[in-house]
């Protein structure tokens, strides 16, 4: 069935929980933009340490965010990321840059940069934005909310086969206490802290496939605009 009207869906959720794929999916499925929130802070990130700038200089930290450009394209491989015109979308994703993106994400001041762009793409609707504070502080006002959990053992597991192919000194045991800590840090930092919406929809995806993830929630979507309202 078609659809004139369009909505705004938010998926939140620790890190690991499988937000991004299952986002990009449900997307694709509806033939939304997908906005992948995570990447621009992984490409401010980026340029952090490109440029050897300490996280404890939050303002410099700001200063570069506001100087930087950052746009998400579809691509072949998935979303596309540029910083500056350089494609970066591999380059964001290695354990350097990982490590750092909790700190940055943490100064309220990069996040109001990367929040009021982000708000300015959803402004038209037709978006799926993943991220761990959609629903609460960037898009409260998104139609579907979806807080998209895993346990901590399930989000190792999969982010582990995911990296082994390109890092061989990984281990499990690694990443299992990475993702617990980057669990502590986003629900104790006191800007936009990890926190499930009071009207979203919770999905516990351990033990399920990333298929039956996104048909959930394209039902959901399509209910709510069936129905013409929110979903919560």
């Given amino acids: 069935m078609g659809y004139t009207a369009k909505i705004n869906v938010a998926i939140d959720g620790p890190a690991g929980a499988g937000k991004s794929t299952v986002a990009r999916q449900v997307a694709a499925q509806l033939g939304y933009l997908y906005i992948d929130t995570g990447a621009m802070y992984r490409a401010v990130a980026l340029a952090v340490m490109r440029r050897k700038l300490p996280l404890s200089d939050e303002e410099a930290v700001a200063r570069l965010a506001e100087g930087l ?39 309220e001041a990069v996040r109001r940069v990367l929040v009021n762009l982000q708000q300015k793409m959803a402004a038209g609707k037709g978006v799926v934005m993943d991220g761990r504070d959609i629903g609460t502080h960037v898009i409260p006002n998104a139609e579907v909310k979806i807080f998209l959990t895993a346990s901590v053992e399930e989000r190792a597991r999969r982010r582990y086969e995911e990296l082994k192919r390109t890092n061989a000194h990984l281990t499990y045991e690694q990443l299992l206490h ?6 502590r840090q986003d629900r104790e930092r006191l800007t936009a802290p990890l926190v499930q919406a009071p009207d979203a929809v919770l999905l516990d995806s351990t033990g399920l496939t990333i298929a039956q993830v996104v048909e959930r929630i394209v039902q959901i979507c399509r209910r709510v605009l069936d129905e013409g309202e929110s979903y919560g």
């Fill in 69 to 107: 450009q950052i746009e998400l394209r579809p691509g072949s491989e998935g979303q596309q990321v540029l910083l500056d015109g350089e494609d970066v979308s591999r380059a964001i994703r290695t354990p350097e840059v990982t490590k750092r993106v909790p700190q940055v994400a943490a100064i």
């Fill in 178 to 183: 990475d993702i617990a800590e980057r669990d």
